[in-house]
């Protein structure tokens, strides 16, 4: 069983370019959770997703952020206009039954 | 609201010393209890969880034991090896179903 999945490992942006990140849970898992991690700080919850609906955004911005986790394919995270406060590494976790997280490699963003 | 606080790196220990990582919550109901831990350059990885007061989790010499009356959940090895150099996090899982992680405490072992 493939652990989390995530793509690109690195990204490298312009100020106001889009990032897309994707997340693809262990299979059987249809929780998905999406953390920011900024250099020398603790996990920042973002989005916590169900297969086809947002359970709970709270954590995430009200501008330029979206997250979705369609019936088929991975989760994405969307970072629209991105600016150099949207970098940092970007971690998706996944779980079968909203118990234990499993955590990917992470998305490594740098905004030029 | 539920939270985690955990001690305040960085720690700085010889291997064979002894560890522990203070971790204190607050939640209501029964939360579950965990420890993470982060190699350089990676995600998190599961190192234990207990789900339930007076669990005790243990993995790879790594034990914690969770402890309703004081509400804490602290990390503990008898003995460290240089390759325990990581960051550890301590997290909750709330009613809500969601996760609430300690800011981590870095861990260094020399030889």
């Known amino acids: 069983n493939a652990g989390v999945m995530q793509n690109p490992r690195h990204l490298v942006r312009r100020r106001g370019q889009e990032a897309r990140l994707r997340c693809s849970p262990m299979?059987?898992?249809?929780?998905v959770y999406w953390y920011r991690q900024l250099p020398e700080e603790g996990l920042k919850f973002m989005v916590y997703?169900?297969?086809?609906?947002?359970?709970?955004e709270s954590g995430m911005p009200k501008e330029r952020f979206s997250a979705e986790f369609p019936k088929e394919g991975p989760s994405i995270l969307r970072i629209q206009q991105v600016v150099r406060g949207d970098s940092a590494a970007y971690f998706c976790?996944?779980?079968?039954?909203?118990?234990?997280?499993?955590f990917g490699p992470g998305t490594r963003l740098t905004v030029l | 609201g539920d939270s985690v606080t955990q001690m305040e790196g960085p720690v700085t220990l010889s291997e064979e010393a002894f560890l522990t990582i203070n971790c204190t919550y607050t939640?209501?109901?029964?939360?579950?209890l965990f420890w993470y831990v982060q190699y350089p350059g990676e995600g998190l990885q599961l190192l234990l969880k207990?789900?339930?007061?007076?669990d005790k989790g243990s993995n790879k010499g790594f034990e914690a034991t969770y402890r309703k009356e004081t509400t804490s959940f602290h990390l503990e090895k008898g003995s460290v090896q240089v390759s325990d150099s990581a960051v550890y996090f301590c997290?909750?899982?709330?009613?809500?179903?969601?996760?609430?992680f300690g800011t981590g405490t870095s861990l260094t072992v020399i030889p």
């Open positions: 299979k059987g898992h249809s929780h």
């Open positions: 939640a209501t109901g029964y939360p579950s």
């Open positions: 997703l169900q297969k086809e609906n947002i359970i709970d």
């Open positions: 207990a789900t339930k007061a007076d």
């Open positions: 997290a909750l899982r709330g009613t809500g179903n969601q996760f609430y």
């Open positions: 976790a996944s779980s079968p039954q909203a118990d234990t997280q499993y």
